[in-house]
């Protein structure tokens, strides 16, 4: 098995933007809609190029891209519309050549629920879950309430326990940001409680518009960036039987910011990490594993 998938978060399409109802942001884009259009070609780009030498070889063909959450700066159907525009659906409709596998976040239900609905349209619901060979994905939306928890325990209850299993979803688990109505529900608790004992190989979620990894509670988690503030990177992931690779890829500098390898399953591979020595005036990614 070898896996490849891209991960995107906090796209936002709509920030500080007039209406687009008389303009193709694709053709006539301004403002954040240029900073997701960059970030959208070095994806399409990226397939076949090299991975940072330390870790070796290229960088394959996508499945997709998982993006998680605030999708747009207020939801509505106007916004929608251009996430649409911008991202398409299954490689098709946008200028983006992969399969777009998206979550909710907070900014997305501001004005209605409409994002959440067009999403359960796409998906076949807010939490779905599917495979990609012996990998399976699911997404807990912005953050999974107890529906969505129940949605996971059903889930993983049909999978092997050893399957690896990557989770995406908006919040975060630990650190900036992370006080919100889910934790303060206790929502991590019930997470980690359907999730123990199961092979999670990997945790994304966005919302704090910054790149980093942590450990939280033995698992890893991995933070995204976004097109609204200045991290600009999207995450590089790639999985085989043996091993999991995640790199933080900056697409205005065209740099790599951290990456991380891991084993899994039975492999052998050393777990270890790198992060990029910050520019002056530049963010330093928090990397904690």
Same mark, same amino acid.
């Given at each position: 098995m070898t896996v490849t998938f891209f991960v995107a978060s906090d796209t936002h399409l709509g920030f500080n933007v007039p209406s687009a109802a008389d303009r193709d942001i694709v053709e006539q884009p301004i403002g954040i809609e240029r900073t997701n259009l960059r970030m959208i070609e070095?994806?399409?780009?990226?397939?076949?190029?090299?991975?940072?030498?330390?870790?070796?070889?290229?960088?394959?063909?996508?499945?997709?891209?998982?993006?998680?959450?605030?999708?747009?700066? &207020?939801?509505?159907?106007e916004e929608?519309?251009?996430?649409? &525009?911008?991202?398409?659906r299954s490689g098709v409709g946008g200028p983006l050549k992969f399969p777009v596998f998206e979550a909710d976040g907070n900014? +997305?239900?501001?004005l209605d629920w409409h994002v959440r609905e067009q999403i359960a349209k796409r998906h076949g619901g807010r939490?779905?879950?599917?495979?990609? +060979?012996?990998?399976?994905? !699911?997404?807990?939306?912005?953050?999974?309430?107890?529906?969505?928890?129940?949605?996971?325990?059903? +889930?993983?209850?049909?999978?092997?326990?050893?399957?690896? !299993?990557?989770?995406?979803?908006?919040?975060?688990?630990l650190g900036p940001y992370s006080d919100n109505w889910w934790t303060r529900q206790r929502g991590p608790d019930k997470l980690h409680r359907v999730i123990d004992g199961h092979n999670v190989v990997g945790i994304f979620h966005g919302h704090h518009h910054a790149t980093g990894a942590y450990r939280w509670r033995d698992y890893d988690v991995y933070n995204v960036g976004s097109p609204k503030d200045s991290v600009h990177t999207y995450l590089i992931a790639t999985l085989t039987d043996n091993n999991m690779r995640v790199g933080s890829f900056n697409y205005d500098t065209h740099s790599w910011w951290w990456w991380h390898e891991k084993p899994i399953n039975e492999g052998t591979h050393a777990r270890r990490f790198w992060v990029k020595a910050p520019s002056p005036g530049s963010p330093r990614p928090d990397v904690r594993l």
């Amino acid at each position: 098995m070898t896996v490849t998938f891209f991960v995107a978060s906090d796209t936002h399409l709509g920030f500080n933007v007039p209406s687009a109802a008389d303009r193709d942001i694709v053709e006539q884009p301004i403002g954040i809609e240029r900073t997701n259009l960059r970030m959208i070609e070095s994806m399409n780009a990226a397939p076949g190029t090299a991975f940072p030498s330390a870790l070796g070889g290229t960088i394959g063909l996508p499945r997709g891209v998982l993006i998680t959450g605030d999708l747009t700066e &207020r939801g509505g159907a106007e916004e929608w519309a251009m996430f649409e &525009r911008m991202y398409g659906r299954s490689g098709v409709g946008g200028p983006l050549k992969f399969p777009v596998f998206e979550a909710d976040g907070n900014h +997305d239900r501001a004005l209605d629920w409409h994002v959440r609905e067009q999403i359960a349209k796409r998906h076949g619901g807010r939490y779905y879950s599917f495979d990609w +060979d012996d990998l399976h994905v !699911v997404c807990l939306a912005e953050a999974p309430a107890d529906d969505g928890i129940e949605f996971l325990e059903r +889930d993983l209850a049909r999978i092997e326990k050893d399957v690896p !299993v990557v989770l995406f979803m908006h919040y975060p688990l630990l650190g900036p940001y992370s006080d919100n109505w889910w934790t303060r529900q206790r929502g991590p608790d019930k997470l980690h409680r359907v999730i123990d004992g199961h092979n999670v190989v990997g945790i994304f979620h966005g919302h704090h518009h910054a790149t980093g990894a942590y450990r939280w509670r033995d698992y890893d988690v991995y933070n995204v960036g976004s097109p609204k503030d200045s991290v600009h990177t999207y995450l590089i992931a790639t999985l085989t039987d043996n091993n999991m690779r995640v790199g933080s890829f900056n697409y205005d500098t065209h740099s790599w910011w951290w990456w991380h390898e891991k084993p899994i399953n039975e492999g052998t591979h050393a777990r270890r990490f790198w992060v990029k020595a910050p520019s002056p005036g530049s963010p330093r990614p928090d990397v904690r594993l």
